[in-house]
């Protein structure tokens, strides 16, 4: 759609009110960053050495551990590290 159709204008407009793409979820920031449309300093660092560090409860980080997200979060931050 052209950026001059009605639809996209309201949605332009919408985005921005709600503080466009600085208020989106981190995801949401990386993968803008890939297509070049965010800057990278502007993301969270996701460092994939958290994935190595100990699982169990006992030692290092336990119930913080990524491996312990929800299936759909660990999908999201995986990759992310893995790329970042």
Not at 38 to 64: A, Q
Request: one cysteine or more.
């Amino acid at each position: 759609a052209a950026a001059s159709d009605p639809v996209c204008q309201k949605a332009r407009k919408w985005i921005l009110i709600h503080g466009g793409a600085t208020m989106i979820p981190s995801w949401g920031k990386f993968w803008l960053s890939v297509l070049g449309v965010f800057s990278w300093d502007g993301l969270n660092p996701v460092p994939p050495e958290v994935w190595l560090l100990p699982y169990t409860g006992k030692s290092g980080i336990g119930w913080m551990h990524p491996g312990r997200f929800w299936c759909h979060c660990r999908m999201v931050y995986l990759p992310m590290s893995y790329i970042y």
